[in-house]
């Protein structure tokens, strides 16, 4: 219909130019973890899956979640649970939002929430030693004090394996951005050691209490980067979505150097789910990945949980989604934060 009026209007000599659709953007709410009359587990599985099983809340420290103060309330101090196999160690406890949302053509989606954590146990200047599993030679890696324990929000899409982390320690707090193994998603799109990475941006100091995090994610005409947000402070953005890194020559703390090229990923990138969790990260990349024997280093369980825990709260989930209109301008945004 309009089409045929600004037809009708030009034929008639009447130059007039058509406003163009508005944009919309949505806001939503996706967990408060309050309800009238209570909120239970059960309201909890309702809005939240575990994809990789319970965790540290099926070991023998029992299942410490709990919504009291109208937060998420989770103890995994110490942790109780390791594994010396691919990426299952890291995984201390995960859930993922049981909706996902759609990433508009143009535009951005944006998820936030608010973490308090604390994580006793870390150790100053604490290294990793482990094992060459075909050369017999040792391995070692200093790791920060998020990889030893942290309370994390995630962006994710399992289509492809694209992930972005918030990690949050007792007095630290890091950036991460990582592209999983199809092995591990299930994903039909191939993701092995040419396109995989897994790279901790920036790690910044932070103060005890509740921080709020965000990660936003933009999708313009001329491609896809993301921004990661702390108390309303950008502290990280990385553009050119699926490609490591140092393949792009962008500053990062060197954990961990990438592989192979990697690939854009913004036609393949469509939606996103949220997670959240506890997460250790002590391993070498690419953590056991079947193709490349000869990087597969063993970490003995001693080295994986040594007394270091995480107690953390989760509030306010909310997902906000801005498309743009045609003809409006891109958001324009630094290749990083001061």
């Known amino acids: 219909m309009r089409k045929d009026l600004a037809a009708a209007l030009a034929v008639g000599g009447?130059?007039?130019?058509?406003?163009a659709w508005p944009g919309t953007?949505?806001?939503?709410?996706?967990?408060?973890?309050?309800?009238?009359?209570?909120?239970?587990?059960?309201?909890?599985?309702?809005?939240?899956?575990?994809?990789?099983?319970l965790g540290e809340m099926a070991s023998a420290g029992g299942?410490?979640?709990?919504?009291?103060?109208?937060?998420?309330?989770?103890?995994?101090?110490?942790?109780?649970?390791?594994?010396?196999?691919?990426?299952?160690?890291?995984?201390?406890?995960?859930?993922?939002?049981?909706?996902?949302?759609?990433?508009?053509?143009?535009?951005?989606?944006?998820?936030s929430s608010v973490i308090e954590a604390s994580t006793p146990g870390t150790q100053a200047h604490r290294v990793t030693h482990g094992t060459y599993v075909?050369?017999?030679?040792?391995?070692?890696?200093?790791?920060?004090?998020?990889?030893?324990?942290?309370?994390?929000?995630?962006?994710?899409?399992?289509?492809?394996?694209?992930?972005?982390?918030?990690?949050?320690?007792?007095?630290t707090a890091f950036t991460l951005i990582e592209r999983l193994p199809s092995l591990v998603t299930?994903?039909?799109?191939?993701?092995?050691?040419?396109?995989?990475?897994?790279?901790?941006?920036?790690?910044?100091?932070?103060?005890?209490?509740?921080?709020?995090?965000?990660?936003?994610?933009?999708?313009?005409?001329?491609?896809?980067?993301?921004?990661?947000?702390?108390?309303?402070r950008r502290i990280s953005t990385v553009k050119n979505v699926g490609v490591p890194l140092d393949r792009q020559h962008h500053h990062f703390t060197g954990t961990y150097p990438s592989l192979g090229a990697g690939e854009?990923?913004?036609?393949?990138?469509?939606?996103?789910?949220?997670?959240?969790g506890l997460f250790s990260l002590l391993d070498a990349f690419p953590f056991q990945h079947p193709d490349v024997p000869e990087l597969n280093v063993s970490v003995p369980l001693e080295n994986r949980i040594f007394g270091q825990g995480v107690i953390a709260k989760f509030d306010n989930f909310?997902?906000?989604?801005?498309?743009?209109?045609?003809?409006?301008?891109?958001?324009?945004?630094a290749d990083d934060a001061d």
Do not use: C
């Not at 979640?65 to 406890?93: C, E, M, Q, W």
């Not at 075909?134 to 399992?158: E, H, L, T």
């Not at 209490?209 to 980067?225: D, F, L, M, Q, W």
């Open 14 to 19: 009447i130059a007039l130019a058509m406003p």
């Open 25 to 53: 953007k949505t806001e939503i709410v996706y967990d408060s973890f309050e309800k009238d009359g209570g909120y239970s587990i059960a309201d909890y599985g309702a809005k939240w899956s575990n994809p990789y099983g």
């Open 63 to 111: 299942d410490t979640r709990d919504f009291s103060g109208g937060k998420f309330n989770i103890n995994a101090a110490p942790f109780r649970t390791a594994y010396d196999f691919s990426v299952y160690d890291h995984l201390k406890y995960m859930a993922a939002s049981t909706q996902s949302f759609a990433v508009p053509a143009r535009g951005s989606i944006t998820f």
């Open 134 to 171: 075909q050369s017999g030679q040792p391995y070692s890696a200093p790791v920060m004090q998020g990889q030893q324990a942290g309370a994390v929000m995630n962006m994710v899409d399992f289509a492809t394996g694209q992930l972005f982390d918030w990690f949050i320690s007792g007095n």
């Open 186 to 232: 299930g994903s039909a799109l191939p993701a092995g050691p040419e396109q995989i990475y897994t790279q901790i941006i920036r790690e910044i100091p932070i103060r005890p209490g509740p921080h709020e995090v965000a990660i936003k994610y933009t999708r313009r005409t001329n491609g896809a980067s993301v921004a990661f947000l702390i108390d309303g």
């Open 264 to 276: 854009p990923l913004v036609s393949q990138i469509n939606s996103f789910t949220i997670g959240h």
């Open 318 to 333: 909310k997902v906000i989604i801005d498309e743009k209109a045609a003809g409006e301008a891109d958001d324009a945004e």
